[in-house]
């Protein structure tokens, strides 16, 4: 039990546009959820809680109204980079807490043109 | 901001042991981890001690803590094909709701 899938795995998109990235517990209920950005050969790095039924919370220096956060349902998580620019492309991985633990999903790349 | 390391390449051959080092800077840290993350999987725990534990020992797999020098091993004995992938180091103060990851360190397993 306790997997977390991301959807898309992978996704390519212009400059300017949006992109969202889904994060689905598939068998159990996470109240809290987190969004996490790797960039190559660095740690991967917290940029928000995502709590279901109210808003996230944001690291230091991550820009809210540019990477949207929705966590509408106990399985659901979506992370909406808008005006998408070069410099967002990343690997983003989410996980979801059960108990005292996390687990992870399997991340999604996301390159920007 | 506080930081964990972790050389991000180790190449074993099959049968020996490795031994993947992390580094962190916050005496506060409470809990420290270790995950793996295979291709296309996500992350998974492997392992955790905490703060006031020197070693933990799980099958092949042994956890040395020294404290002092804020340093963290995850040594893994008779290391097999499977185990290629990448190991995460983390810690965390309070739960793991605040960790902090390495970069990961990528296992590569010769026959």
């Known amino acids: 039990g306790a997997v977390v899938s991301q959807h898309p795995s992978w996704v390519i998109c212009k400059s300017g546009t949006s992109v969202k990235i889904e994060c689905r517990s598939l068998?159990?209920?996470?109240?809290?959820m987190f969004w996490y950005r790797q960039f190559p050969k660095q740690s991967l790095m917290l940029m928000a809680t995502?709590?279901?039924?109210?808003?996230?919370?944001?690291e230091q220096g991550v820009e809210k109204d540019k990477f949207l956060i929705n966590h509408a349902s106990l399985t659901l998580s979506t992370l909406t980079v808008t005006s998408a620019h070069p410099e967002d492309s990343s690997f983003y991985i989410c996980?979801?807490?059960?108990?005292?633990?996390?687990?992870f999903g399997p991340g999604t790349r996301l390159t920007v043109l | 901001g506080e930081d964990v390391e972790q050389s991000l390449f180790l190449s074993v051959r099959e049968g020996d042991s490795s031994v993947i080092n992390c580094t962190y800077t916050?005496?506060?840290?409470?809990?420290l981890y270790w995950y793996k993350q295979e291709p296309g999987a996500g992350l998974q725990l492997l392992t955790y001690?905490?703060?006031?534990?020197d070693m933990k020992q799980d099958q092949r797999l042994t956890v040395l803590l020294n404290k002092k020098d804020k340093h963290l091993s995850l040594r893994i004995a008779d290391t097999q094909t499977g185990d290629s992938a990448i190991y995460f180091c983390?810690?965390?103060?309070?739960?793991?709701?605040?960790?902090?990851f390495g970069a990961g360190t990528r296992l590569t397993v010769k026959p």
């Open positions: 996980s979801a807490r059960r108990s005292n633990e996390q687990f």
């Open positions: 068998d159990f209920q996470a109240t809290t």
């Open positions: 995502s709590n279901e039924g109210s808003k996230a919370t944001y």
């Open positions: 916050d005496s506060s840290s409470t809990y």
């Open positions: 001690i905490f703060s006031n534990m």
């Open positions: 983390a810690e965390s103060i309070y739960d793991n709701n605040d960790m902090r």
